[in-house]
């Protein structure tokens, strides 16, 4: 993989070379300068690398695991090219002649096709054979080959009781909630009953939980989000093997984390589009507003107060809020950031719809020891999965499938239900396939939680 600096100057060359194909035409002088140098720029990259593929993650471009933030502003017209285009993936051989390069720019910049099919079928008409264009797909890891039969362990029972259990907490926990904090101080006696009845839940089926955390329609999102964070600090604690009072401690600090947030104006919290310099200001200040209310709580645990602190901090502190001296952050901001991040991501606001899990994992991975802890990440995704329990996700054969566990220690290849066959024909009789045992089936992406397909894999899961 080429380093940053020359990527992002790959980048910035793709970029403007589009620019002035778009502005002059490709024969103008201008144009044929900046394509020569950027052609020129792949020659020196493809000696050490065969492929060089960019991905587009929400407004960002990637390219393995950089995202480059800083670009985004400078790219801005590129990427808005390729979403119109709904190109999410392009890679480019080293056998790229300088011909195909131009008459791909040229396609990228005039073309008015809207599709990653028909801009690939014009690749190939113009004889292009370097590069492709695609949607994302995240990495795989080929699996060990052999099929083998799971029983489906998700009882028409076990469902009725998750859903019921979980829309108990929500809706329990609001009420207590109101209950609890009165002139900014609140009873910790209730929001530790709260935590540990969840985690009295989540026994040995947090699978489950899980799921129903991926097919929430909620409007407090901030009062799910606090209760998902507390979930995911639980489990992300029992798979660390830490014992029962500490992991009902860690699902406090995460349940705690945003308390802060009552104190912000709703209008600001719920504001659709981007907010004002003043405005980003004093969403940041929920982290000290939320440390200051939990020092006048009687008896409260340190460790929650210094987690509503410290949870956007980052590693070397160069998040907010800003400190004049680095803070080594505490285990449990670590653990909380995680989820705190995670559930941001994957959660359906007002303006913006779900993220795909696979860009949630690429998001998320271009954090490590950023804001992020390299190694409780890993872990992280060691539990979760790439693809979550609860995901409907398209496969390599065409079929649609239903993730309905994880194989530890194989993020990328779990436990599925086919409810569509290759031809996108629901099935009389589902079956279950565990991806880590067959060579050639792969998720290829997840499927979207508001369309058809999701729609009657939901309605059946518990018939
Ligand atoms: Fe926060
Ligand atoms: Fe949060």
């Known amino acids: 993989m080429p380093n940053k600096e020359n990527l992002e100057k790959l980048l910035k060359s793709l970029a403007s070379t589009f620019q002035s194909v778009r502005i002059y035409t490709l024969n103008h002088p201008k144009a044929k300068t900046a394509m020569q140098d950027l052609y020129d720029m792949f020659k020196e990259l493809f000696q050490d690398n065969p492929i060089i593929a960019f991905g587009l993650v929400g407004d960002e471009l990637f390219c393995g695991k950089e995202i480059f933030f800083d670009l985004t502003v400078i790219v801005k017209d590129f990427i808005k090219e390729l979403k119109n285009k709904k190109i999410e993936n392009i890679s480019f051989k080293s056998s790229l002649s ?9 396609l990228l910049a ?31 890891i080929k699996p060990e080959s052999g099929e083998t039969e799971h029983k489906y362990n998700l009882s028409k029972d076990d469902v009725k009781h998750f859903k019921n259990f979980y829309s108990g907490i929500i809706d329990n926990a609001g009420s207590l909630l109101d ?26 089926k947090e699978n489950f939980l899980l799921m129903l955390m991926n097919l929430k329609k909620h409007d407090d999102y901030t009062l799910v989000h606090c209760i998902n964070v507390s979930i995911l ?4 604690a029992r798979s660390l093997g830490l014992n029962e009072q500490d992991i009902v401690d860690l699902g406090l600090a995460g349940f705690l984390h945003d308390i802060g947030k009552i104190l912000i104006s709703r209008t600001i919290l719920r504001k659709p589009n981007s907010l004002s310099k003043e405005e980003f200001e004093a969403v940041k200040s929920h982290t000290v507003l939320g440390a200051k209310m939990l020092m006048r709580f009687p008896h409260v645990n340190k460790m929650v107060v210094l987690t509503a602190f410290e949870h956007h901090l980052g ?37 913006r719809r779900l993220m795909a899990p696979e860009i949630v994992y690429e998001i998320m991975r271009s954090e490590k020891d950023k804001l992020l ?14 693809w979550p329990v609860g995901t409907v996700v398209s496969l390599s054969s065409g079929e649609i499938a239903f993730v309905e566990a994880q194989n530890l220690g194989d993020m990328f290849n779990p436990k599925v239900r086919v409810f569509f066959s290759s031809n996108k024909e629901k099935l009389e009789a589902t079956y279950s396939i ?21 729609e009657y894999i939901f309605a059946h899961l518990d018939k």
């Open 179 to 204: 209950k609890s904090i009165i002139d900014g101080v609140g009873d910790m006696n209730i929001f530790s009953n709260i935590v540990t009845s969840i985690f009295e839940g989540l026994g040995h």
């Open 373 to 386: 802890d390299s190694q409780l990440l890993d872990n992280f995704f060691k539990i979760m999965g790439v």
């Open 110 to 140: 005039f073309s008015k096709q809207n599709s990653v099919e028909e801009i690939n079928k014009s690749i190939k008409s113009k004889n292009i054979h370097n590069v492709t264009v695609d949607v994302l797909h995240a990495p795989g």
């Open 434 to 454: 565990d991806l880590s045992q067959i060579e050639d089936l792969q998720i290829i992406s997840s499927i979207p939680s508001d369309s058809p397909e999701c």
């Open 233 to 236: 600090c639980m489990l992300q």
């Open 315 to 351: 590693i070397g502190s160069q998040g907010y809020p800003k400190l004049s001296y680095p803070q080594r952050q505490c285990f449990s901001t670590k653990i909380v950031a995680i989820s705190d991040f995670y559930d941001a991501l994957r959660s359906r606001r007002h303006y």
């Open 98 to 106: 300088y011909e195909e390069l131009e008459t791909f720019i040229d």
